[in-house]
């Protein structure tokens, strides 16, 4: 099975930064990914992470520690538009199996 | 990128009548997709994963005679709710894989269901 903890919700301030954690552990592991979800709508796809390390991409990075079932989030220069749920999902033997979600609400 | 079509994107339904969601990728192929039912409030939870020519997987607590499940192309899944009631409204969404690629997930619009 699967277990994935993420904080249930953050507040953060237009143009800062935000770091949301997500640990898991899961039998069989082939990468991890991030979602945003914002209400009512399809989570659209952020990240990727397969090997350890941290990758980049535009506002938004993304780190893994494999050994430590570790994953987080980074958002730079938050936007007000960044208000959404953000969706941890280690991929195990088939399925993506997801997260509770974080829900961040950025104020201006 | 790539593309997952859902429909319909809302239904109405009367209590005890089927409705049938369709999931299809539109540029790629995809022995696999999954299907996720998702509360309000709550994260996706994963229903059953679609396998192209051969029989659904379904989750644990998921009843498979309800929620019956068509993979018949590999760009076609199918999911009808069967014998629908109020407990069944929620959002349903879709997501597949590129078979030859195996990247990310794309998901389906969704379809919120709704049954009186």
């Known amino acids: 099975g699967q277990n994935i903890d993420q904080p249930t919700e953050m507040t953060a301030t237009e143009g800062a930064i935000v770091q949301i954690n997500c640990t898991y552990q899961t039998s069989g592991f082939n990468g991890l990914f991030w979602y945003q979800q914002h209400a009512g709508e399809a989570p659209t796809f952020l990240s990727y992470n397969v090997l350890d390390g941290l990758e980049e991409k535009g506002r938004f990075s993304s780190f893994l520690s494999r050994s430590k079932g570790y994953s987080y989030l980074l958002l730079k220069e938050l936007q007000m538009k960044d208000s959404a749920s953000y969706l941890c999902a280690p991929e195990g033997r088939r399925a993506l199996t997801f997260g509770s979600g974080t829900r961040l609400q950025v104020q201006p | 990128g790539a593309v997952v079509s859902q429909h319909p994107s809302w239904v109405i339904c009367k209590s005890g009548t089927s409705v049938k969601i369709e999931c299809r990728s539109l540029?790629?192929?995809?022995?696999?997709m999954f299907w996720y039912r998702q509360f309000p409030k709550q994260s996706l939870m994963l229903m059953a994963t679609?396998?192209?020519?051969?029989?659904?997987?379904?989750e644990q607590g998921v009843e498979k005679d309800k929620f019956l499940i068509n993979h018949a192309s590999l760009t076609l899944s199918t999911l009808t709710v069967t014998s629908a009631h109020p407990e069944d409204s929620s959002f349903y969404i879709c997501?597949?894989?590129?078979?030859?690629?195996?990247?990310?997930?794309?998901f389906g619009q969704g379809t919120r269901l709704t049954v009186v």
């Open positions: 540029d790629f192929q995809a022995t696999t």
């Open positions: 679609s396998n192209e020519g051969s029989k659904a997987t379904y």
């Open positions: 997501s597949a894989r590129d078979s030859l690629t195996n990247t990310e997930a794309f």
